[in-house]
């Protein structure tokens, strides 16, 4: 972790501490409600809840702390990507998605924004620099990819990209703030499922977006306001909690599958293994320019869906279940989720346990489907 990231780690439990006063609170109060006492010009105040809650105000500092960047906070990931297109995105515009990120973004743009007058086309993660962006307002990528895992370069991309006078998006879900830093790199505007890592607990949907650029910001939070697109105050105070324990769970995770994937190189069970810190992934040149961490997902193939199924349900430490940056280590066989991949494909994200003990259980699982 650079001095950079050190000193934003250390300083992300405290922000509120400059606003205490004697007998305030240490841990963040959660504000239920959906009316305010505004009498009279109210303006700069809390007045309804769709416009404004002091706990969205709490983590949304939070977040604009950790990206170097005002945020919006959502309801769910694909309200902060839905934000991202539909406050900047008009009729007749060309926009550019990745065919093998996550579907759903996809989904979005052919049964929503197409019928609108919006359309697009796709193209691959490691090639997305192929072919340039004239005739696009607005590209997207999602780096690492889900779930292959692919990376692209995104200094590179938002370079080409505002030389054809597009806008850039990038979905840093898979990464975090902590593992890669996109507006860092040149991207317009940021958005990411808090769902996953940020919140930790598995028990809340939560998205946010980032920008630099103060006219995007405003679209965003007025589509927001307008759509009532809000997320909810209990769930904003659960992501509350989750960030300030997310450096300490992602160094744990990373740190953790570091190793798992090292060791599951070369297993007899497994084919067609990814993962950007391994010395022979096709990303690991650009993931040790562009990342800070490599992440906690791993990918790879088993011999078949019963295979994939097997394992995942029989090893002990291990849930099976959709979403990933848990506390606890989870994984799916991604073809029933509608991703184009082989049927044994396995999408394993990596948790909190003690990493020898979940390398004996994972181990254990793969050899009970390869003896």
Partial sequence: MSETAKSRAAALPHLRRGGFAMGDSIPLPL?????????GDATGFNQYGRFSNPTWDAVEHML??????????????????????????KAGDHILLPSDGYHTTRALADRFLKPLGVTYDVRPTSTFLDGGFDGYRLAFVETPANPGLDICDIAAVAEAVHKAGALLVVDNTTMTPFGQRPLDHGADIVVAADTKAPNGHSDVLFGHVASR???????VTGWREVSGSIPGPFEAWLVHRGL??????????????????RRLQGHRA???????????????????AQMERFGFLISFELASEQKAEDFINNCSLMQA???FGGVHTSAE?????GDAVPAGFVRLSVGCEPVEELWKAIEASLGRISG
């Avoid at 239920?32 to 009498?39: C, Q, W």
């Avoid at 702390?65 to 297109?85: K, N, Q, W």
């Avoid at 066989?333 to 989720?337: C, D, H, I, P, W």
């Fill in 321 to 323: 279940a959709t979403s």
């Fill in 270 to 288: 497994i084919t067609g293994l990814r993962y950007p810190g391994l010395e022979g992934d096709p990303s690991h040149n650009l993931a040790r």
């Fill in 244 to 261: 300030e324990t997310l450096d300490v769970r992602f160094d744990r995770m990373c740190s953790s599958a570091e190793v798992i994937a």
């Fill in 64 to 89: 604009s702390h950790l990206e170097d960047a005002p945020c919006v906070g959502f309801p769910s990931g694909m309200a902060a990507i839905s934000a991202a297109f539909f406050a900047v995105l």
């Fill in 333 to 337: 066989r991604r073809l029933k989720r």
């Fill in 31 to 39: 504000t239920m409600a959906a009316i305010f006492h505004a009498p």
């Fill in 213 to 219: 650029n103060a006219d995007i910001i405003a679209a």
